[in-house]
């Protein structure tokens, strides 16, 4: 089965600075896609960002960044000039092959916390 | 816009009664999912469904059933509800794996 380690269950981070968030997974597939996703207190799910496993490149989506190491299955959230509406929680999620019906299994979670 | 609409979104129960969280998309998605997120903690797949008329258990499914009779609807039964049961859950839906879940805003349910 796979699962997915998020090792810092709290970071903080000074408002426009930069903070890197760790994930590590375990999978015997080659086949896959990892998402960051981001819960505010309001605890809707919103997806962040989204890395293709077959895809070298670092996905980025403005502030947000991965780098993704697949060799050593490790999948890092970086966000740069941090916000004060950056404050979440985030979950680092995985999920194989490309039928739908596969399930997302999701990191335990990381509480962001941005200090004005 | 509506995507995915939880009802309700918050409920109290007693121990022992029993309830239906709604869950409705209006993506045309044919797979969807029931996860619960206890506090500070991920979240966990309850059960999902590939289509209408197929569901499947997930990783806890005990103490709760789903039935999935058009593409559009996936409702969550509680029956006999406990203590155990006192989380969030949240409801999704996907077409693609490529392009992760649509989640639902949330339903907060106490068991007291």
């Known amino acids: 089965a796979q699962t997915v380690t998020q090792s810092q269950p709290e970071m903080s981070v000074q408002e426009a600075e930069t903070v890197t968030l760790s994930c590590t997974y375990d999978t015997s597939e080659s086949d896959y896609y990892l998402f960051w996703y981001k819960q505010p207190p309001s605890r809707q799910m919103i997806l962040v960002i989204r890395?293709?496993?077959?895809?070298?490149q670092n996905a980025t989506e403005n502030r947000f960044s991965v780098n993704f190491q697949k060799a050593a299955k490790s999948f890092s959230l970086k966000i740069s000039d941090s916000q004060l509406g950056d404050a979440a929680m985030y979950f680092c999620?995985?999920?194989?092959?490309?039928?739908?019906?596969?399930?997302?299994?999701f990191g335990g979670g990381t509480r962001l916390m941005v200090k004005p | 816009n509506a995507g995915v609409t939880q009802t309700p979104k918050f409920r109290i129960l007693k121990i022992g009664q029993s309830m239906t969280l709604q869950c409705a998309q209006d993506m045309n998605h044919n797979y969807m999912y029931w996860y619960r997120q206890d506090p500070g903690m991920g979240l966990k797949l309850i059960y999902y469904s590939v289509g209408a008329g197929i569901t499947d258990k997930g990783e806890v499914p005990n103490g709760y059933n789903v039935s999935r009779s058009t593409t559009e609807d996936f409702p969550l039964r509680l029956e006999l509800a406990a203590p155990s049961q006192t989380s969030v859950y949240f409801c999704?839906?996907?077409?693609?794996?490529?392009?992760?879940?649509?989640f639902g805003s949330g339903t907060r349910l106490t068991v007291v």
């Open positions: 999620a995985y999920r194989y092959g490309d039928n739908a019906g596969n399930m997302l299994t």
């Open positions: 890395q293709e496993a077959y895809k070298q």
């Open positions: 999704a839906s996907s077409y693609s794996s490529r392009f992760g879940y649509t």
